[in-house]
């Protein structure tokens, strides 16, 4: 089956620095990749679309800015989470899908991000 | 390889039925596992959990059972509702560290 991975699985960083969690699906081509941020009660909720190629679609109220993410290829999405705060602390969660949100969507095991 | 499988892509029901969602896994440390429900375009929200120590776990119309022995765990939902027509994840952690999900399971609730 379509396997999805992150890395790092788990980052400690302190406030004001930046972090990259990168996404492969490795053994699909992945057109579209979805970003979630974990929060408590284990709702995921969506942060951006990116399809490959082109700029990531951001849901309301996610700052672009702050969470850069780049598709540059079929198999790797990453996001940067830049200038870090301790409220970014949280669990993202990256999966990945064929051409469509429709498609079924392979999810990665997730990154646990600590701002200090 | 997938750790967690949802064998079963889509499920019909009639309203007012059981619905019956199974999901396997392979990984026998996983001791955590959850359910979520998801339309499209949106993130899967939280549904239903259940740990290891348990075999049961209900809230209202939803019910998770775990059969550790078997490594599965399967969401009973009674009586099935058109409201509840999504697409349905399990997924497993090993106390919370990552969470490996299944591929999910599209549940249509005829009227």
């Known amino acids: 089956g379509a396997v999805v991975s992150q890395h790092p699985s788990w980052v400690i960083c302190k406030s004001g620095t930046s972090v990259k969690i990168e996404c492969r699906s490795l053994d699909f081509q992945a057109t579209t990749m979805f970003w979630y941020r974990q929060f408590p009660k284990q709702s995921l909720m969506l942060m951006a679309t990116s399809n490959e190629g082109s700029k990531a679609t951001y849901e309301q109220g996610v700052e672009k800015d702050k969470f850069l993410i780049n598709h540059a290829s079929l198999t790797l999405s990453t996001l940067t989470v830049t200038s870090a705060h301790p409220e970014d602390s949280s669990f993202y969660i990256c999966?990945?899908?064929?051409?469509?949100?429709?498609?079924?969507?392979?999810f990665g095991p997730g990154t646990r991000l600590t701002v200090l | 390889d997938q750790q967690v499988k949802q064998n079963s892509p889509s499920l019909s029901v009639q309203e007012g039925r059981i619905s019956i969602l199974n999901c396997d896994y392979t990984?026998?440390?996983?001791?955590?596992f959850l359910w979520y429900k998801k339309y499209p375009a949106e993130g899967p929200t939280f549904l239903i959990s259940?740990?290891?120590?348990?075999d049961k776990n209900e809230d209202g119309r939803f019910t998770v059972f775990l059969n550790k022995s078997a490594k599965h765990l399967s969401l009973h939902i009674v009586p099935s509702q058109p409201g509840d027509s999504a697409v349905y994840f399990c997924a497993a952690s090993v106390s919370g560290n990552q969470f490996y999900f299944g591929t999910g399971t599209s549940l249509t609730v005829i009227p």
């Open positions: 999966s990945a899908s064929g051409t469509s949100y429709t498609d079924t969507q392979y």
């Open positions: 990984n026998s440390m996983f001791d955590y």
């Open positions: 259940i740990s290891s120590i348990k």
